[in-house]
């Protein structure tokens, strides 16, 4: 395999789930300079720029599910929602009192000040987190790529159904067992690889990708090299090419030191 491209989920694939990187993942990034590594998660671009400051400048950065891509502090890809969709997504979440909703946008991420148990949940996935007293007024003021939804309990599977009417062009993803995401339907992340593969000339057999949450549905499909992660969903094992070993069990360098 002539792999130029490779495409990792954090969460569940690189991160073990005490959320540490495996040990030699840095080094292996730094000596295959000539293949393309990139982070996709549904993490703000600021956090995971904290979080892998040792290899900034060698990473291509996917934020936000697919929302944004930044490469060497360049946004090379950017897929914004609409203020009135921002506008209605909010209506809906604020019906319900077990929803906190994040605006993830390039600047921050906001959150309403008066919901401190979703704040709580929130802030480890953001470096930047914004506690707002007006979330409306705060779409007005950045550009917002997502609609980040926690809920409590565990429930974000049963609460899916409130989001089953979204406004045409809208899409709900379950990312997690508290979290959906709201945004734009051509927001995922195999949208964000293909257009880093065209704009640098990379065929998708040239590109590797790893998952395992439904989040990574479309970044599965996206490379000709695919895996999904023994602790991965059902529904990802279903379409990805490979399952690797789990998270916990060194699954995605097990297969990068093959290359």
Not at 188 to 194: C, P, R, S, T, Y
Not at 241 to 248: F, H, I, M, P, Q
Request: proline share 4%.
């Amino acid at each position: 395999m002539d792999i130029k491209l490779i495409a990792l989920d954090m969460d569940g694939t690189l991160l073990d789930s005490k959320k540490n990187l495996p040990p030699d993942f840095i080094s292996w990034v730094r000596s295959h300079p000539e293949i393309m590594t990139v982070i996709a998660s549904g993490r703000q671009y600021y956090t995971l720029e904290n979080d892998l400051s040792m290899l900034k400048n060698e990473l291509t950065f996917i934020a936000e599910n697919g929302g944004l891509v930044i490469k060497n502090d360049e946004i090379i890809y950017c897929d914004e929602m609409k203020i009135e969709d921002v506008r209605r997504c909010l209506d809906i979440i604020g019906k319900y009192p077990d929803m906190t909703p994040v605006l993830c946008g390039a600047k921050s991420a906001y959150i309403p000040a008066h919901m401190e148990y979703g704040y709580s949940q929130a802030k480890p996935y953001y470096v930047r987190p914004d506690a707002v007293e007006d979330i409306y007024d705060a779409a007005e003021k950045d550009i917002i790529m997502k609609i980040a939804v926690n809920i409590k309990d565990f429930k974000a599977e049963q609460y899916m159904k409130f989001f089953d009417n979204l406004s045409e062009g809208l899409k709900p993803v379950l990312s997690g067992d508290s979290w959906i995401d709201l945004a734009n339907a051509s927001v995922n992340k195999g949208e964000a690889v293909k257009a880093i593969l065209n704009r640098y000339g990379i065929d998708r057999k040239n590109a590797m990708s790893f998952g395992d949450y439904l989040n990574d549905y479309e970044l599965i499909q996206s490379c000709e090299e695919s895996y999904c992660m023994e602790n991965g969903h059902p529904a990802l094992k279903e379409i990805a090419k490979y399952t690797a070993e789990s998270n916990d069990n060194d699954g995605v360098m097990k297969i990068l030191r093959t290359l």
